[in-house]
C-alpha cells in the first residue's frame, strides 16, 4: 500500500469512527432530551388532574432540555459534514471539475478553520468556568462540563471536516 493511499484509509478511518462517536453522543442526548420533555408533560397532567396535589414534575426540566439540545446539534455536526451537506449546484454544476473539487476543498477548509476556532473559544469556556466553579441554575451541575462536551464536540467537527479537506473521498452521500 503506497504512502497517499495509506493515509487516505487513515483519514477515512479516523473521519467514520469520531462521526459515530458523535452519532452516539447526539442519540443519547435527544432520547435524553425527549425523556425529560415526555415525563414532564406526563407529570404536569397528574399535577393538573389532582388539582395541584401531586408535584413530580422534573425541576429543572427546561435547564436540562436546553443542555441536551445545545449538545445534541454539536454532536450532529460531524456526522452530517460526513454524510454529505446538502448542496445547490446551479452555480457550480456550470463549473469545470477541477474549479468544483478545488472550492470544495476550500470550504471544507473554511470548516476546519471555524470548528477550530469554536473548540478554541469554548475550551476558553471551559477553563473559565471551572476557575470560577460556575454551576446551573436549577441543578447546579458544573457549567464546564456542558462546554467541555461541547469542545469535544468541536474538536471531532474539526477533525471529520480537516479528514475531508484531505481527502474528499471521506465524504459518503446517503443513497436516495
Not at 425527549?34 to 388532574?49: G, K, P
Not at 448542496?87 to 472550492?103: Q, S, Y
Not at 466553579?133 to 467537527?157: H, K, N, R, S
Request: one cysteine or more; aromatic letters at 10%.
Amino acid at each position: 500500500m503506497s504512502k497517499s493511499a495509506h493515509q487516505s484509509s487513515l483519514t477515512s478511518q479516523m473521519a467514520k469512527v469520531t462521526s459515530r462517536g458523535c452519532e452516539v453522543v447526539a442519540i443519547t442526548a435527544i432520547l435524553s432530551l425527549f425523556i425529560v420533555v415526555a415525563v414532564n408533560i406526563l407529570m404536569r397532567a397528574v399535577f393538573d388532574v389532582s388539582g395541584t396535589q401531586i408535584n413530580l414534575m422534573i425541576p429543572g426540566a427546561v435547564e436540562l432540555a436546553s443542555y441536551a439540545l445545545l449538545i445534541a446539534v454539536f454532536a450532529s455536526l460531524p456526522a452530517a459534514l460526513e454524510k454529505g451537506l446538502i448542496r445547490v449546484d446551479v452555480l457550480t454544476g456550470m463549473m469545470p471539475k477541477g474549479l468544483r473539487e478545488a472550492l470544495d476543498r476550500f470550504w471544507y477548509l473554511v470548516l476546519f478553520l471555524f470548528a477550530a476556532a469554536l473548540a478554541w473559544l469554548f475550551t476558553g469556556q471551559v477553563a473559565e468556568t471551572f476557575e470560577r466553579g460556575e454551576v446551573t441554575q436549577d441543578w447546579a451541575i458544573p457549567l464546564w462540563i456542558p462546554y467541555l462536551v461541547i469542545t469535544m464536540e468541536c474538536v471531532a467537527f474539526a477533525v471529520v471536516s480537516c479528514a475531508i479537506t484531505v481527502n474528499p473521498a471521506v465524504i459518503k452521500p446517503e443513497s436516495v
